[in-house]
């Protein structure tokens, strides 16, 4: 199924809470994305990281934070600094300095 | 930076008919244009894509052109189905730089009815 996984599916938080959403790729691929996408808007780079250890903001990487600690993974943490988080969170990988070619099923966060 | 406008934001056909999306970008250093294709609550998924060495590219019922030009890209569909009801995003990149990154127009909700 396009070899990249997101858990869960459906994410609940409380306001002051921060929750880290998962995202896991068996493709070998050594770029990772996160994307936000609202209703009615194209999508937008959080982060994103060409190899293990390093990592760069997007455009919107203010309420977030990431690690890349194994070639395999890029979860997301989505902070309490994060005012409007309530969002479908898609996470993405391609091969090195390509654009992102196969996303994931998709995270949709709702703040309670 | 770069910025993707799209157009239109809602387009509805008869099956059968043939739909058009465009694009238009504002960096001529950009030089990768792939579409997606985003079911209801589900992944995009790339449809077809072209780079800035070739001005139309096609796959069956979908054919993308590109004009350099006056930086602007399109999607055609012909023989429109049922089954191609979705959000289309086109995006924009520049491949080889150091980011990789893709911007995103806001997407065209293409509605067939049958």
């Known amino acids: 199924d396009g070899g990249i996984t997101q858990s869960p599916k459906y994410l609940f938080r409380k306001e002051g809470q921060n929750v880290t959403l998962s995202c896991e790729q068996n493709?070998?691929?050594?770029?990772m994305y996160w994307y936000r996408q609202d209703p009615g808007q194209g999508l937008r780079l959080i982060y994103y990281s060409q190899i293990v250890n390093d990592f760069q903001k997007g455009d919107i990487a203010e309420g977030y934070s990431v690690s890349r600690e194994k070639k395999e993974s890029f979860p997301l943490t989505v902070t309490s600094a994060q005012k409007n988080p309530t969002a479908f969170y898609l996470c993405?990988?391609?091969?090195?300095?390509?654009?992102?070619?196969?996303f994931g099923p998709g995270t949709r966060l709702t703040v309670l | 930076g770069e910025n993707v406008e799209q157009h239109p934001s809602t387009l509805s056909v008869q099956e059968g008919d043939s739909a058009v999306i465009k694009c238009t970008y504002s960096d001529s250093a950009s030089n990768y244009f792939p579409w997606y294709k985003q079911e209801l609550g589900k992944r995009p998924q790339l449809i077809i894509d072209?780079?800035?060495?070739?001005g139309e590219k096609k796959d069956q019922r979908i054919a993308v052109t590109l004009n350099k030009t006056a930086k602007h890209f399109s999607l055609h569909i012909t023989e429109t189905q049922p089954e191609d009801s979705a959000v289309y995003f086109c995006?924009?990149?520049?491949?080889?730089?150091?980011?990789?990154?893709?911007?995103f127009g806001k997407g065209t909700k293409l509605s067939v009815k049958p």
């Open positions: 995006a924009a990149s520049t491949v080889g730089g150091s980011q990789g990154n893709l911007i």
């Open positions: 072209i780079r800035s060495n070739v």
């Open positions: 993405a990988s391609s091969n090195s300095r390509s654009p992102p070619t196969f």
């Open positions: 493709l070998n691929h050594d770029a």
